[in-house]
């Protein structure tokens, strides 16, 4: 108990922070940045297995993300029948032309040698396999986009319950990072962020521009829901009558009916977006507990100590027999599995699917803030950075513009100074998370909550 | 009289336009290339670095504008880009001595500088947007064009217009100067030389009596001039968008690494390649075959290899070629 007291005091003083919100601002934005704050929590623990257990850098973290969401749509749309007929048999036949390729490329890497004839050959297979592709494909895509451009003008989904996009976003995460893993994985630090940095854009760039499979920066909206829909609560006599229940305080006080009714509403429509965000946040917090007792478990098994053994001086992990470049990949890969089930999350809250918003200061580089404030090593650590740099990321808009009050108090409101400090507001954030970042850095390298292993 | 239309052809569209954009990737990647080989970190705070030093060149500019300082044909920002500079390389070391320094002293790791370095990019980035704002600017004015479409059609009977535009011209001329006057310093001067041998053998630099301190001070004069001018030169020939500076920094670091990261030379040449290949497999060569192919064998699509929105995946794919196969680079830099 004594040994965790600052992990519990951080965790109270982040809840009441939150609650603080509810109480004096109101309790669907306390909720709604919860529900974030959980996302971010799942995104942190994906990085934090990958940075803090094994000392991996990834950059792509959006990639991942989006790929997780690509997934929600993907299971939870729709098919699009006259799409399919259009040109699905010409996507699937693509899709078995590629992988016609990476078996032949495989085959030609085994059977070969090593040497220049093979480059050749293989670099043939793929320029060739390309042409093909893309003349079988592009009057299937052209059919596809036709169909309805305004409404579907893509392929559509399975039609599934989107929960199940969660694994399946962690399953298409967990492929790329397998494929971007044996090609990366070999370069030194560095290189690797900068190179995961720019396949995460290549995916990004995907996702925007392949209509068909997409919708591209058409987006797509009206995702099925986990949850109930507000407008299907406020109409169900039960949760009138919870409402009423629990706000009976207040509604005893108005005595005129036609009132106490106009009240009552105002509290079911409230209430009822409380109530749906409080459903994600049920969902939510299950995976969050379920991924921090799995990566509990792991970090203080023996495949942890390993993992931590092959962190701290490799070649020694390595001369000692374990298999050094296995465990990477295998770690790299569950970290970004972790990152798709949250992107999935992300887009199940929403609700909506759009390719245009994954830029990589908000998906990669706040997430490495979080890792890093919050304590890289730690998943209780990562998880606090999660809620408090999404929290600080949130109200830094409302705290900006409290100091620039503060500090342009003596100035005339129409002041050139001052106006423009207060249109600047919103940019407030990115600087209070680079001084955040710097600062922590600086002067506690290990995070609020550092890495603690304890030889039980 | 086809085939010239077909070479006019190109070179108006491609060939004039990658080489100003390789220009401004050039010297972006040699900015990075050498932050990389002296001071031995991947600094992620580049594009924004270079949005900084074009913040200070567009808030010089409309200073003499408004003063009714101009060049004539020339843009103002030239006369705005000294000043520009030495605001920037301030910047540079303030940075430098409340920041990297610390790390550098106690020899962290180059993965820890970078940590820090995007600590220094989310506080530019919001420094940039603070004072000038998020939106596009533009801040070009004088002559635009050198020739332009209609004017050389009617001078050469052509078919085909050739323009050039004033930026782009100013962008390869300055590019050149600049680049030649730094490998001049690197390879004839004392100093220049010395700041190779650190990067090469800090140890051995150290040993032989080469002063540390002023060659940090001078990686990031040279850096500040290389960024304020790529800056500047990028933002005069399209626009200023913060954004899309930050965007910039993938297709530097492609070039620097395509280059051979640590080898300045390389990193010039590599953001010709980057420039070339993308436009070279997003152009649309329908055109061009209609001139250079008899009529009855004429296109019927645009014969583009890869659609225009795919023009940054292109420069990635060609780094992730280049990783795969000669990590060290093209032109031989940093063993990986």
Redesign the interface.
């Known amino acids: 108990m004594r040994k965790n007291l600052n992990v519990i005091a951080a965790y109270s003083i982040m809840m009441g922070l939150i609650i603080l919100v509810g109480i004096f601002q109101s309790w669907n934005i306390a909720l709604s940045i919860f529900n974030l704050c959980l996302i971010s929590a799942v995104m942190t623990m994906g990085a934090n297995i990958q940075w803090g257990y094994a000392g991996l ?1 990834n950059f792509g973290i959006m990639g991942y993300t989006a790929l997780g969401g690509l997934a929600a749509v993907l299971i939870s749309v729709n098919p699009v029948q006259e799409a399919w007929s259009a040109g699905g048999s010409n996507i699937l036949f693509s899709l078995f032309l590629i992988i016609g390729m990476v078996v032949a490329v495989r085959y030609v890497l085994k059977k070969y040698e090593n040497s220049k004839i093979r ?1 050749y050959i293989i670099a043939t297979i793929i320029i060739l396999g390309i042409i093909t592709i893309r003349f079988v494909s592009e009057p299937g895509i052209e059919a596809i986009e036709e169909v309805d451009p305004a409404k579907t003008g893509f392929l559509g989904g399975l039609g599934l319950p989107i929960i199940f996009s969660w694994i399946v976003g962690a399953l298409f995460a967990g492929g790329l990072a397998f494929v971007i893993g044996k ?2 994985l070999g ?5 690797l ?3 995961t ?3 995460s ?2 995916v990004i ?2 996702i ?2 392949e209509d068909w499979l997409t919708r591209g920066v058409k987006n797509v909206i009206g995702l099925k829901r986990p949850a109930p829909y507000e407008v299907n609560l406020q109409q169900t006599d039960w949760f009138i009558n919870l409402v009423e229940k629990f706000k009976s305080s207040k509604l005893n006080l108005i005595s005129d009916i036609t009132e106490r009714q106009a009240a009552l509403n105002q509290f079911v429509i409230e209430g009822s977006s409380v109530f749906v965000k409080l459903c994600y946040s049920g969902l939510f917090l299950v995976v969050v507990i379920i991924l921090l007792i799995l990566t509990q478990k792991a970090l203080y098994s023996p495949w942890g100590r390993m993992m931590r053994a092959i962190r701290d001086n490799e070649e020694a992990a390595n001369a000692m027999g374990k298999n050094v470049v296995k465990q990477h990949l295998l770690i790299f890969v569950l970290g970004s599995a972790i990152v798709g089930i949250a992107g999935a999350m992300l887009v199940t809250q929403d609700g909506l699917f759009t390719p245009g918003s994954y830029r990589p ?1 908000r998906y990669t ?1 706040l997430i ?2 979080m890792v ?1 404030v919050g304590g890289s090593g730690n998943n209780f650590g990562a998880i606090l950075g999660g809620f408090a740099v999404w929290f600080l990321w949130i109200e830094a808009a409302p705290i900006g513009l409290y100091l620039v009050n503060l500090t342009t108090a003596g100035l005339d409101d129409t002041h050139f100074l001052k106006v423009h ?1 207060i ?2 507001v919103p ?5 209070m ?3 955040g ?2 600062l922590i ?2 002067y506690r ?1 290990k995070g609020i909550l550092p890495e603690k292993i304890e030889i039980k | 009289m086809d085939l010239v239309n077909a070479i006019i052809l190109l070179l108006n569209y491609i060939f004039v336009p990658a080489l100003a954009y390789g220009s401004q990737l050039a010297l972006g990647a040699i900015f990075v290339t050498l932050i990389y080989g002296i001071l031995r ?2 600094n992620f705070a580049t594009g924004d670095m270079m949005s900084f030093g074009t913040m200070f060149t567009i808030l010089f500019t409309w200073y003499f504008q408004s003063l009714g300082i101009s060049l004539g044909v020339l843009p103002t920002a030239l006369l705005a880009i000294p000043f520009a500079i030495i605001f920037m390389i301030g910047y540079m070391l303030l940075i430098d001595k409340f ?1 990297f320094k ?1 790390y550098r002293v106690n020899k962290s ?4 500088l ?3 370095s ?10 940039v ?2 004072i000038i ?2 939106s596009d600017r533009r801040f070009f004015d004088g002559e635009k064009f050198i020739i332009k479409a209609g004017e050389f059609k009617e001078m050469t009977g052509l078919n085909e217009g050739l323009a050039i535009k004033s930026t782009q011209v100013l962008t390869i001329i300055v590019t050149m100067a600049l680049v030649s006057a730094l490998f001049w310093f690197l390879n004839k001067t004392k100093t220049g030389k010395s700041m190779r041998a650190y990067s090469d053998n800090e140890d051995l630099a150290l040993l032989s009596g080469i002063d540390p301190k002023k060659i940090v001070m001078i990686t990031w004069i040279i850096a500040g001039i290389l960024a304020t001018i790529g800056g500047a030169l990028y933002g005069l020939d399209k626009s200023f968008k913060p954004f899309t500076y ?1 965007n910039n920094m ?1 297709p530097i ?2 070039a620097a ?1 395509v280059g051979g990261i640590g080898n300045p030379f390389g990193a010039f040449l590599g953001g010709y390649v980057i420039a070339f290949s993308e436009i070279l497999l997003t152009y649309a060569y329908r055109k061009f075959f209609m001139y250079v192919l008899p009529e009855t064998m004429e296109p019927d699509g645009l014969v583009q290899l890869l ?1 225009t ?2 023009k ?2 292109v420069s ?2 060609i ?2 070629i280049v ?3 000669r ?1 060290s680079g093209i032109f031989k830099g940093k063993i ?1």
């Open positions: 850098i480059t090609v990366a370069l030194r630090a560095d290189y962020a900068i190179a940095l720019l396949i854009e290549i760039a995907i925007k521009h200061m580089f490495w803030v890093i400090l249109e600047s940019y407030f954030r990115f600087l998370m680079g001084i970042l710097l850095m600086r390298p | 970190f991947a920041v610390y790791p180059p993965v820890q970078a940590m820090v995007i600590g220094v990019m989310f506080v530019t980035q919001a420094v947007r603070i704002g998020p930050f993938l670091f492609a690494i659609s929105d795919y940054f995946a990635f794919s780094l992730v990783l795969l196969y990590p990986l």
